[in-house]
């Protein structure tokens, strides 16, 4: 299983440098779980930057995988994870679903680095031979 995070998302839909890296895990809807604060997270800056026509088709996108929405299982680890690892609350919410999936997160959010089931590449590269793979 997959989760992308917000930033893996807008990296996607904006064909930017590591596109290429992001584009697997979301093509592959069958093993895609969708947090559903990186659909708010997404759509906010996507209406901002394109436009709510634009942000709509992103969400629909979004929603070929498996939504799942916060509930008071996911919340609580989000809060333990978030004190564990210092972690922002989005962050920490997408990483509790994804290990609540025994999901693989993929980001270029380097508050991520370290920890494990998460691959990470850096902003601005291809997202190729050199994306690191943390385990």
Not at 41 to 61: H, M, P, Y
Not at 97 to 119: E, H, I, K, M, P
């Amino acid at each position: 299983m997959n989760v992308v995070d917000s930033s893996g998302w807008l990296e996607y839909f904006a064909d930017g440098p590591n596109a290429t890296f992001f584009a697997p895990p979301i093509e592959n809807v069958r093993r895609l779980i969708v947090p559903s604060i990186t659909l708010y997270e997404v759509f906010k800056n996507t209406f901002r930057q394109r436009g709510e026509s634009d942000a709509l088709l992103a969400i629909a996108a979004m929603n070929q995988g498996r939504v799942v929405d916060l509930n008071e299982s996911l919340a609580l680890s989000a809060a333990r994870i978030s004190l564990e690892h210092k972690l922002p609350m989005a962050d920490s919410m997408v990483l509790a679903t994804a290990r609540a999936f025994s999901a693989t997160l993929w980001t270029q959010d380097t508050d991520f680095r370290g920890l494990s089931s998460v691959r990470l590449t850096e902003k601005g590269s291809s997202g190729l031979p050199d994306a690191k793979r943390n385990s």
